[in-house]
């Protein structure tokens, strides 16, 4: 898969998948050089707005290689991690039990979980609506839930420069330490999501009451946040 096509549906969700196992043994490497170590302050951040107390249970969708259930068993919360990728989950560092599973589908019980995080998975899911009206159905009211993606920086000038590292040097270090096309795919997939305020709507339509979405690193990621009603 390359960013010249980005598929849909069923023939997005096995590209995705196919993906993210081809490029797991270097995956939180690469991570950390194209976002500049930036990454790791906005987990903490995004674990820190889910403002649940030591000891509740919270479900990591997409979890990837665990680097969130990592932070989030530091905060003393209870994590479980769920992805699709059996490579991903195979290259996982974590305490955390991990499960293979579609976030669309999650192997959990209504109003199982105090909270949902997921970092950079929202993109790359089939439908980002039934994402989120999954993470209703598992956690419990008052629960919370906090979505981590990339974003689109609001001024011209930031703007500009981030599209040109985000879309040139992004590729080229990608393509240095692991897969080219994959990280040509990354930037192209911000394609897939929706506006700000149309992911906002999507969080309020889902059952989220007080969503808010906080930007991070001058608009390059964002935070979506949510009370589960
Ligand atoms: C960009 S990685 C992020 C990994 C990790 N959350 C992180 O912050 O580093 C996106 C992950 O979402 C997973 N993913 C995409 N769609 C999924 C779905 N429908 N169900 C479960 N996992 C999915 C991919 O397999 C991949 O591991």
Known sequence: MTGAELPIGERKARAVEEMFDRIAPRYELVNRVMTLGLD???????VRELQLDPGARVVDLGCGTGDLCRVLGRAGLRAVGVDMAAGMLAKAHTAAPLVRADALQLPLRDASVDGAISGFA??????????????????????????????????????????????????????LLSDRSAYRYLPASTAYLPTPEELLGLLTGAGFARCRRVQLGMGAAQLLIGTRR
């Open 40 to 46: 790791a302050g906005w987990r903490r951040r995004a």
């Open 122 to 175: 929202l993109r790359n899911v089939v439908d980002i609506a039934a994402c989120f009206g999954e993470a209703v159905r598992v956690i419990r009211p008052g629960g919370r839930a906090v979505f981590l993606e990339v974003s689109e920086p609001p001024n011209p000038v930031v703007r500009l420069a981030h599209s040109f590292y985000f879309r040139r040097i992004v590729p080229m270090v990608g393509g």
